[in-house]
């Protein structure tokens, strides 16, 4: 298959996840199957690594947190049907696009300082990344939104049933 063939059928496997990048700390909340039962596990850390394939479906991302004095890292691939949500916790200021050098230390030296201060910054940094709506035009070629019914114009049934009513308050 050609690459734009590819890319095009990888394009139905892509759900809508927040940008990550190296720095964040995140909770990956995982559906884990265990004899006939499924359950979600979460799974928190940083994302030390964020590797984009050559399609779209082809991202993944590890993440690395500290269990028992012992670091574990897990690789998710981002568009997983197996990943319920990515919720980012923090944003942490770095420098490098891969951040293996945290894997050697301990501590406070391992410690990164946050990026953003308020609420706002924070929201549009980890914003879901969602398509475009499509917008529609009415009689007068003016765009509008498709869940925007203000700008619509009125079919004369509902002009009629208005005018009744006010006929019939004003009448009282």
């Known amino acids: 298959m050609t690459s734009a063939a590819i890319s095009d ?20 909340h995982e559906r884990i199957q265990e004899g006939g039962k499924e359950r979600v596990q979460v ?7 964020v590797h984009k394939g050559a399609t779209a479906a082809d991202h993944t991302f590890t993440v690395r947190r500290i269990a028992s004095g012992v670091g ?23 420098r490098r696009a891969k951040l293996f050098f945290l894997r050697g230390r301990r501590g406070k030296s391992a410690r990164l300082s946050e990026r953003f201060t308020n609420a706002n910054e924070f929201e549009i940094a980890t914003a879901v990344e969602t398509e475009p709506e499509v917008l529609e035009e009415d009689a007068e070629g003016a765009e509008i939104e498709s869940g925007d019914t203000s700008l619509q114009p009125e079919s004369a049934e509902v002009t009629e049933a208005k005018e009744d009513e006010e006929a019939n308050k004003s009448g009282e």
Not at 43 to 49: D, N, R, S
Not at 73 to 93: G, L, M, Q, T, W
């Open 9 to 28: 059928k990888s394009a139905s496997f892509i759900k809508p996840r927040p940008d990550v990048r190296p720095g964040f700390t995140v909770r990956v």
């Open 43 to 49: 799974f928190e850390g940083l994302v030390i690594a």
């Open 72 to 94: 574990v890292e897990k690789v998710f691939p981002f568009h997983s049907p197996k990943i319920d949500k990515v919720e980012v916790k923090k944003v942490a200021r770095v």
